[in-house]
């Protein structure tokens, strides 16, 4: 058989319909009813012999045709009520035969199962003892260790159900399972500490076991009884019996159980949150039908167990986070004490670095640095690993298999079969790697892993069939470490936090120290600056008087020049005042100091000093003031905010044009607004207008760019706010605003 069939075959059996198997176990029967009227709508094949009723006789008819008036009001009344769970029990007597009705609901229609009532069950006594659910919940809350916590659980369901085996079967995180607790007759063959491949449970089954808490099977030697009709009469689709209690199991999975020596089972989920833990799965060599109120039993154990195994995982949890916190804090101290960078402080420490999580050896990457302590890989095979590790794209990085994700890694697995890594995202190479080495030991399979099924050849051709040995399977593990606890990878994320912090606090740091050296550096070049410019101002004044503009051509060319002299040095002292003013702004040491203002007489002031310019160009200038309004705002810095609106707002006005000045105020604020009819800011600067050094290029060739930045810094330290709105073609308007006084 080629390759290629036998991974078809696989992949089929992967996808069979578990939940739509079209057939239930026969020893019971089911029905489905539709809403609100309780019409039967499919029923199982074998009501002809359990009910004397055919079942084509039944499709339509009112559910009290088959089990009576009184027991169909009890039916409507857990419907209307949704009380599936709090209600009495439904036991009727059917065709001479005593049955106890289970009712759910799923998808949108009713399934009603029938199950023998088995009054007189009684569980033989094992160990001379049998079990009730009130003692074994209290010795459930005895237990003081998740091992303990596993053999009672095994030991009080076998004594509550009578199976020949009981076992608590837990998932690994590479799919497999290993029974980790057992109660099993003597004749039973032994599964404890034994590995169950990950296929003995497919995937589909496990989300299965997920969502439902229990399953039965009381005899796998059966023939599946059908329904009738096939599909569901109101959608088309096939019954989902995912919760029922009779759904009829894959053949495969029957057969398997047969091939254990087994005919009857129970399964009960395990569950940490909403993932499947493990199971507690019960056995028997001959068919047993535990009751309903047993099994309800035995799931509320399984319910139980799940909570105390959560509960008692995270004590674990909480105690494996504490064990590290000391050593945790003396690196995170090493990491603040050095002088350089976090990873040099790390690589003061490397014993306890190591003693963090147990591992044999650890690297240290800063860089073009690399330093390595203990037992680790060679300086190239480091690198490329790491190299490897960015690419994965977690910071958190940890494997005890490492061949199996990065074959290079079999070159050194006896000093590397492990990695705990983590990294910051700094823009060079920087991480620590933990390294375990290989630790060889025989795990124990029940029967051989790397064949979980057989072929079997039939008329019809190939078929996949469960294995039929469960003997022994002793493996030698190659290139595996001890795992990385949940401690250890709560060591590396809370190392990596550490250092995280630290480095951020150290950028800080630095960016405090080059801002406060760049605004000294600003104070003492505006300083020095600002002398040499009053005496060029005052030369350039004198040279004037020397020379007339009514002069001779060559006086009129140095006097020309002298004016030019006069107009850069007047732009030097400016920009060097917006100079200190972005610096003290970016610093938050901005300050202004109010006063009451009467704002018409402000505007008065800047109407006489901005009249003149705005009469050169033929705009008029108006200004709108509420009557009587006062603000608190420092005098000098609110003028120059305003004077820079105004003044930005005359340059990129065309002539003819107008500017619109006012203020109101509202509950809670004064709305100043600036409003001009000017050419407007295109839309994809706009949002770019108060960024340093943003200048509008045409007709401002001279702009510095700081003159909004520093507009909405005196507003924002007023604790008002600035916002700009503008049209291309049609003008814009800027508005600010300043607190109303208390």
Known sequence: MKPEDFEELLANCADEPIRFPGAIQPHGALLTLSEPDLHIMQVSANVAELFNHSPESLLGQPLHTLIGTEHAEAVQAMVTQNSFFDAPPLHMNLNGGEFEGLLHRHQEVLVLEFEPRLKDFQPRALNGRT??????????????????????????????????RVLIYRFEEEGHGQVIAEASAPSMELFNGLFFPASDIPEQARELYRTNWLRIIPNADYEAVPLVPRLRPDTGQPLDLSFATLRSVSPIHCQYMQ????LSSMSISLMAGDKLWGLISCGNRQPLLVPNDLRTACQTIGQVLSLQISAMEALDLSRQREEKVAALALLNQAMQASPANVFDGLAQRPQLLMDLTLAGGVAIIEDKQLHRYGNCPEPGQIRALHKWLQETGQPVFASHNLASVYPPAADYQHVASGVLAMSLPKPVDNGVLWFRPEVKENINWSGDPNKPLDLESTDAGLHLRPRTSFEIWKVEMAGISTKWSHGDRFAANDLRRSALENDLARQVLREQQAVRARDELVAVVSHDLRNPMTVISMLCGMMQKAFSSDGPHTSRRISSAIDTMQQAAARMNVLLEDLLDTSKIEAGRYTVKPVALDVSQMFEEAYSLLAPLAMEKGIDLSFNAEPGLQINADPERLFQVLSNLIGNAIKFTPRQGNIGISAMSTSEEIVFSVRDSGEGIAPDELPHVFDRYWTQAENNPTGSGLGLYITQGIVQAHGGRIEAESELGRGSEFRFTVPKPA
């Open 131 to 164: 079990s009730n659910l009130g003692k074994m919940l209290q010795r459930l809350q005895s237990a003081k260790t998740l091992q303990a916590l596993y053999e009672i659980s095994v030991n009080e369901i076998q004594a509550m159900t009578g199976y020949d």
């Open 259 to 262: 091939n254990m020596g087994v």
